[in-house]
Antibody, heavy 116, light 110 residues
Framework: EVQLVESGGGLVQPGGSLRLSCAAS????????MHWVRQAPGKGLVYVSR????????SHADSVKGRFTTSRDNAKNTLSLHMSSLRDEDTGVYYC?????????WGQGILVTVSS | QSVLTQPPSVSAAPGQKVTISCSGS????????VSWYQQLPGTAPKLLIY???KRPSGIPDRFSGSKSGTSATLGITGLQTGDEADYYC???????????FGGGTKLTVL
């Protein structure tokens, strides 16, 4: 069974940093592109980033470019999102998801709250 | 303001059919594959349609997808109360080099 489990969320002050992790199981992690998608409270889905299967290429939304870094450890089946210079508008539930053109499996999401 | 445009809400009676539109441009829908996602209240999104019109295993054929030019459409027939959810279209945007989603459409089954 494919499972994606996010961790590392919580409350952080504006300007602070946080590292999210996504533990993958039930499939060959190293064969799949992975993504981060976020959802502000009561709002829609917003693409954050994606990383290729071997980690050689990443892409980030303009709103997080230069502040967020996406990486993966294929030996540990783990996807990471390092977030720095956090802003109030980064608050929301962060989902990791598997796929290339379409996201076929999603984690349950982890809440990040940026507030003083 | 989302790159892809969806109606904020649609509604129909049980057993009826509804369509949800998703409008984009040549840099996204026009030249890339479209997916559709269903998000039930309090849960993670779930893939409903991929590659414009394909259904993953386990998705009933009441759900269908189509694409024409720079627009895509999700169709749902035989509406059930359990279909009440938010629906999102998504694709890649070649100009932005980023994924994009529609703003979401809330389906109410009256």
């Amino acid at each position: 069974e494919v499972q994606l489990v996010e961790s590392g969320g919580g409350l952080v002050q504006p300007g602070g940093s946080l590292r999210l992790s996504c533990a993958a199981s039930g499939f060959t992690f190293s064969s799949y592109w992975m993504h981060w998608v976020r959802q502000a409270p009561g709002k829609g889905l917003v693409y954050v980033s994606r990383i290729t299967s071997d980690g050689s290429s990443t892409s980030h939304a303009d709103s997080v470019k230069g502040r967020f870094t996406t990486s993966r450890d294929n030996a540990k089946n783990t996807l990471s999102l390092h977030m720095s210079s956090l802003r109030d508008e980064d608050t929301g539930v962060y989902y990791c998801a598997r796929g290339r053109a379409a996201l076929d499996y999603w984690g349950q999401g982890i809440l990040v709250t940026v507030s003083s | 303001q989302s790159v892809l445009t969806q109606p904020p809400s649609v509604s129909a009676a049980p057993g009826q059919k509804v369509t949800i539109s998703c409008s984009g441009s040549s840099s996204n829908i026009g030249n890339n594959l479209v997916s559709w996602y269903q998000q039930l209240p309090g849960t993670a999104p779930k893939l409903l349609i991929y590659d414009n019109n394909k259904r993953p295993s386990g998705i009933p054929d009441r759900f269908s997808g189509s694409k024409s030019g720079t627009s895509a459409t999700l169709g749902i027939t035989g509406l059930q109360t359990g279909d009440e959810a938010d629906y999102y279209c998504g694709t890649w945007d070649s100009s932005l080099s980023a994924g994009v989603f529609g703003g979401g459409t809330k389906l109410t089954v009256l």
